[in-house]
């Protein structure tokens, strides 16, 4: 995966939208519950916020593994 630069924007976003999808609408429909207009207007930011510092985690957390394998 590529974290450099803004790559980790990319890359948290995608995780973001798979967890919305999964958790806002795949679940509920599992469960046989609706997915209510409230209920996107408080996980779309909540999942997209989480993609982004699931992202940010990730490429600070992958580039401290490089330089510390590059010693």
């Known amino acids: ?16 939208i798979g967890m919305l ?9 599992l469960r046989g519950e609706d997915v209510t207009g409230q209920t996107l207007i ?8 989480a993609g982004l510092g699931w992202g940010y985690f990730m490429k600070r957390f992958l580039m401290k593994q490089a330089v510390k394998n590059r010693k």
């Open 21 to 29: 999808i999964i958790m806002t609408f795949a679940a509920p429909m």
């Open 1 to 16: 995966m590529k974290f450099e630069k803004n790559g980790w924007i990319i890359v948290g976003l995608i995780w973001g």
């Open 42 to 49: 408080i996980d779309i930011p909540l999942w997209l916020m």
